[in-house]
């Protein structure tokens, strides 16, 4: 009995087992709770998942906001327009016609003097030294006489220059008196009225030409006639009269070399030759925020600004006005840009000092070359005398 006991017992178990416990109990109790149990807390991980999604996509949404808003304020920072960037390119505006138009004037002041030294048809020296002065003379006579000079005491009748200037009191022309011989009038602002590109004969035109003509070449030298420069003249050798016009024309390389820096100034304080309205209202209005009258800005300026009225005004100028150094307090883009700014225009005068400079080479080399050929003459006079002794 105790065998048959134990396998009933047992069998009893396994079929409460599989039977009550897992086919009631567990599949209809505990099965269906834990599936809900399940369901609700997928359904609350979604949930919450949705929500830190939600978030994320909201940071991610106001990070990019910002970037955006940072990005809008520093362009509108960044790229704000400055007065002080207009004041620099308005002015450099037109400055590299006036610098063409300075070579032009110098080129042509350049080729003038040569035709006049050189005799060339048409040109005031054609007809030699004797004519030129006549003709200097009378200018001088008709624009540039002042009857005070040459000790004229208290404006006497016939005394000073007045038997050669007339009775005209400081001269015949105010403006122009001695001014053929006075640099500091004709240059005494950075624009002076002499233009040579058209055929108007401009206000400084005549004075420049006369003090050109008395400051360089103030004695041409008479031309050698052709009848001597060609051919066995009455079986003579002309080769002594062929040097002769090549010393002549050596003589006036010379002084070209030392008129050159004259020419370039008188150019880079020229006319321009294009209309300068674009420019030269706002050029004077910046000088009136100086305390300079209209008058007196526009005489610096003119309607025409030259190269060095240009640069003057963009290299110093341009310094002397109080509200340059309060619009410094800008946005640092700006501050940069007016450095690069100034130091463009640095370059430009550097530029410009270092042309000088080379002109200043140029002549201390013609000098140099005259003191060379001084000895050079003694010491050829010297071989000479030494095989003539022989």
């Known amino acids: ?29 505990i099965l269906e709770g834990m599936q809900g149990i399940s369901n609700q807390l997928t359904s609350s ?13 909201a940071q991610e949404q106001l990070e990019r906001q910002l970037l955006l808003q940072q990005m809008t304020a520093r362009a509108h920072k960044d790229y704000h327009p400055s007065m002080q960037m ?37 040109s005031v020296g054609a007809a030699g030294d004797f004519v030129d002065k006549k003709n200097r003379v009378n200018l001088f006579i008709a624009r540039y006489c002042d009857s005070y000079d040459n000790n004229n005491e208290d404006g006497q009748a016939n005394d000073g220059l007045e038997p050669l200037c007339g009775a005209a009191k400081p001269g015949n022309d105010k403006w122009a008196t001695n001014k053929d011989v006075e640099a500091g009038r004709l240059f005494h602002t950075p624009t002076h009225k002499a233009r040579y590109d058209d055929s108007t004969k401009h206000r400084d035109d005549p004075d420049l030409f006369a ?44 002084r ?31 000088l009136r925020t ?9 005489t610096i300026i003119d309607d025409y600004p030259s190269y060095n009225a240009r640069m003057e005004l963009l290299t110093k100028k341009i310094y002397m006005e109080p509200e340059f150094y309060t619009n410094l307090y800008d946005k640092p883009v700006n501050t940069a840009r007016t450095g690069a700014a100034m130091r463009a225009i640095g370059l430009m005068q550097n530029m410009d000092m270092f042309k000088s400079k080379l002109r200043n080479e140029m002549a201390l080399s013609v000098l140099l070359e005259l003191e060379i050929e001084e000895e050079q003459e003694n010491i050829d006079n010297r071989l000479k005398g030494l095989r003539a002794a022989e």
């Open 86 to 122: 207009c004041t620099f390119g308005t002015a450099a505006r037109g400055l590299a016609s006036s610098a063409a138009n300075a070579e032009l004037v110098a080129f042509t002041l350049s080729q003038r003097s040569q035709d006049r030294q050189m005799h060339n048809t048409n």
């Open 211 to 254: 003090l050109q003509n008395n400051l360089y070449a103030s004695n041409i030298m008479t031309p050698v006639p052709e009848i001597l420069l060609g051919g066995d003249i009455y079986n003579n050798d002309v080769t002594s009269n062929q040097e002769i016009l090549l010393d002549i024309r050596a003589i006036i390389a010379k």
């Open 45 to 57: 991980a979604m949930g919450q998942v949705f929500m830190i999604g939600a978030f994320l996509d």
């Open 290 to 298: 100086m305390g300079y009258t209209d008058d007196v800005a526009i």
């Open 256 to 286: 070209s070399v030392a008129e050159d820096s004259f020419n370039h100034i008188a150019g880079m304080r020229s006319l321009d030759t294009d209309d300068g309205s674009a420019t030269s209202p706002y050029m004077s209005a910046l």
């Open 1 to 29: 009995m105790h065998e048959a006991t134990r396998l009933a017992i047992e069998l009893m178990i396994d079929t409460h087992k599989s039977v009550f416990m897992i086919g009631v109990v567990f599949e209809k109790w």
